[in-house]
Structures are given as structure tokens and as C-alpha cells.
């Protein structure tokens, strides 16, 4: 049981920001066997002019219990304990929290166990016969706020990693353009995680053009979000762009994807869908191979139409033959070949979906605009009409190409 120990006391204008502006009293378990040392300890928090709930736990297995009911701000703990001793006692009550910060008491023959448990993780350690109640008061207060600046280091050293991860990933999912000089052709590509600062999903995109000078432009799209689908995104786009240079089109090349799928795949149930197009470098003629994949929109002057080849299975499913359509790209139009992140945010009308008609509608709207500034004024007013509900739920990959030639 948590005993009130002391009284409320004003803040200590010496101690700076946080470690004296105390608001609430301080809950402290005091693990020691020794209940003479336990009582000593009990007169100098009544003398160190602050407010504290001390608890007693005279053994590890019972301050093992008094952790998991109560979250206590600070640990004081004796490293001799009937049931644990030295740095053990010390690791057992990190692995209860490792958030909650730990003083140590040592005897006066056993110092050189607090230097080794201040290297362990303890936030500082207190000599028994040569603790007064301000040094104690210190000693708890500080470790309190070393233990709150060691976890906001932690925190910021994750967020700098998960800040370098993403860069790896975006550096494998939105690869650098291989394109020939004078490639006849304008691309525009854009990419909007679902969230700030969040890991990158598992949309994709490539675009390359091979000596034949035939320009290759794709969009894909693996099922869920994390890391492991971000990898497994990496691997097909890089995938798609070796197959491409190796000479493989349409069917052939799906289908070393569907196998490059399967064995980079981190579960069963995993799939992809895929959109690849390849311009023709002799006429406005393009071959379209549509696994899974929504449609793309065709943008021309003043006007926008919802393009959808005839499509096969997603990648994952076993398919081993997809639909090879030729179309043609009209004179001043471009395609823009998007995953479906960009529809499926609400409409801003009660709980309905955007969806592709909504995203048809959307679109025209802003089919006056041209080039990057139709791609941005497309995403922008998704993100907008989901504004109400949280903003858009999923990544967005966009690809916007058109003939210049």
C-alpha cells in the first residue's frame, strides 16, 4: 500500500524547468529486506521538504507485484535483496518498465556496485550512513528527468531512424528516371505517404526507356502497409525495370513478377496489382498490361476520360496470362496511371467513398491545368474532400505521361 509521506512544498526556483515544479506528489517504491534501512529511509523523505507516496517492498518478488499494479515515478533499490542480488535486482526491475527510473542504494563496503549500476541503467546511486534528505530529494527529482530525457533521446534517435529507412525506401520505391536524351516524352510522378513522417507503403512506380527508344512507364500497388510490403514493392519495381531491360514484354514479364512475388513475398496471402504501359517510338500506339490494377484517366485539352484496358488477376493469385491491349494516345492527351489511394479517401459528402467516378469528376474539374500542375491540383483535391474524415487513409503513387514529339 502507497503511504503518504511529507507535504506538499513549493517549487525550487534553483532547480530549473521540470525537476522542481512539482504539481502532484511523487510516487517512489522503496525495494529494501532491511526494515531499520526502510525506516531511515522513511525519516528523510519526512525531512526533505517534498511530497511523496512511499511504498515498501522488503523483496524483488514483491515489488515485482507492487510494479505491475502501480506505476511507480521512481524505484529506490536496495541491490541486496534476500531474492535478487547486484545488477540482477537491477534487471529484473527494468523488465517489469524499462521507463521508470531507478536510484540505487548500496552499503558502504559495496559502492563500486552503484558505478557498475549506473553503467546497467540505473539514473544515479545513494550510499546507506551517507544519505541526507536533500541529497536524496535531489537524487530522486534528477533521475526522474535523466530518465525522461533519456527516453526523449530514444524517441528522437527512432524517429532520425525511421526517418533513414524511409529514405532507403523511397530510394527503391520512386527510383530516378532512366530515360534517353530527347525521350519524346513528358513524366510527371508524384508520391504522398498516408501519413506524416509515416514508413512508406507498398505503392510503386518505374519508368525507362530502352534503346529501342520505346518509353515504359508502370504503377503497382502491394496489399497492406508496413515495411514488409514496402521491401516487397522495392522488389518488383526493381524487378519490372530488369525484366524490361532484358527484353521481356507483356505476358513474359508478368509473369517473372508473379515469381519474383512469390518468392520475396512475406506471407501466403500477399498480392499486387500492376499497370504497365509501353509507348510505341514509331506512332502514338501503346500496349497496356493490366494485373489487378484500377484504370487510368486520359487528360487532354479541356476534358478527361476514365480509361480501363480489359484487366487479368492480381500478382499473388497464380494467374499465368493477363490481357496485352493495344491503344492510342491522342495528340495532346496524356495518361495517368494512379493507385487507388487517390479514390478510395471519402468524398466529403456524409461517409461515401470517392471512388473512380468521383475522381472522373474531380478531375475535370481541373482538366484546364496541364502537366504537374494537374497531377498536384488532382491530389490536392482528394485530400481536400477527405480533409473532414482525416485526411486520405492510403499512399498515393501518380504517374502522369504524355508524347511531346
Known amino acids: 500500500m502507497w503511504l503518504p509521506v511529507g507535504a506538499p512544498s513549493d517549487p525550487d526556483p534553483t532547480a530549473g524547468a521540470g525537476v522542481g515544479a512539482q504539481t502532484r506528489p511523487l510516487s517512489v517504491l522503496l525495494v529494501e529486506d532491511d526494515r531499520g534501512d526502510a525506516l531511515l529511509v522513511e525519516e528523510l523523505v519526512l ?79 545513494l550510499v546507506k550512513g551517507r544519505v541526507e534528505a536533500e541529497m536524496l530529494r535531489r537524487a530522486l527529482l534528477y533521475a526522474i528527468e535523466r530518465k525522461r530525457a533519456e527516453i526523449t533521446s530514444a524517441d ?44 512508406l507503403g507498398g505503392d510503386f512506380y518505374d519508368f525507362v526507356q530502352t534503346p529501342d527508344r520505346t518509353v515504359h512507364v508502370m504503377v503497382g500497388d502491394v496489399a ?18 530488369a525484366l524490361t531491360f532484358a527484353g521481356l514484354r507483356g505476358n513474359d514479364r508478368m509473369r517473372q513478377l508473379e515469381r519474383i512475388l512469390r518468392a520475396e513475398s512475406p506471407g501466403a496471402r500477399i498480392f499486387a496489382t500492376v499497370l504497365s504501359l509501353a ?66 479517401g471519402h468524398s466529403g459528402v456524409g461517409n461515401e467513398r470517392l471512388g473512380e467516378d468521383g475522381l472522373l469528376e474531380l478531375a475535370r474539374s481541373r482538366a484546364a491545368l496541364t502537366g504537374s500542375a494537374f497531377v498536384e491540383a488532382l491530389i490536392g483535391g482528394a485530400e481536400e474532400l477527405a480533409g473532414l474524415h482525416g485526411g486520405l487513409s492510403d499512399d498515393i503513387a501518380v504517374v502522369r505521361v504524355e508524347r511531346t514529339d
Open 47 to 125: 525531512d526533505a521538504d517534498i511530497d511523496i507516496r512511499l511504498a515498501w517492498a522488503p523483496s524483488m518478488a514483491e515489488a515485482e507485484v507492487e510494479l505491475a499494479k502501480l506505476r511507480p515515478d521512481c524505484v529506490l533499490l536496495d541491490l541486496n535483496l534476500p531474492d535478487a542480488n547486484g545488477i540482477a535486482a537491477l534487471d529484473r526491475v527494468t523488465k517489469c518498465d524499462p521507463t521508470i527510473p531507478i536510484v540505487v542504494l548500496t552499503g558502504l563496503n559495496d559502492e563500486h556496485f552503484g558505478v557498475s549500476a549506473l553503467a546497467s541503467g540505473a539514473q544515479d546511486y
Open 156 to 199: 528522437l534517435r527512432s524517429s532520425q531512424l525511421r526517418a533513414q529507412e524511409n529514405s532507403r525506401l523511397e530510394r527503391g520505391l520512386l527510383p530516378s528516371p532512366l530515360l534517353l536524351e530527347q525521350p519524346g516524352v513528358d513524366i510527371v510522378a508524384k508520391y504522398r505517404p498516408s501519413r506524416a513522417n509515416a514508413l
Open 224 to 241: 497492406g502497409h508496413g515495411p514488409d510490403e514496402a521491401a516487397l514493392g522495392v522488389a518488383l519495381r526493381i524487378g519490372w525495370r
Open 279 to 344: 509507348l510505341s517510338p514509331h506512332d502514338r500506339s501503346f500496349t497496356a498490361v493490366r494485373a489487378g490494377h484500377p484504370g487510368m484517366l486520359l487528360h487532354g485539352p479541356d476534358t478527361v476520360e476514365w480509361l480501363e484496358p480489359a484487366a487479368g488477376p492480381a500478382l499473388g493469385l497464380g494467374a499465368t496470362d493477363w490481357p496485352v491491349v493495344e491503344l492510342e494516345l491522342p495528340r495532346g492527351h496524356g495518361l495517368l496511371l494512379l493507385t487507388d489511394g487517390l479514390f478510395e
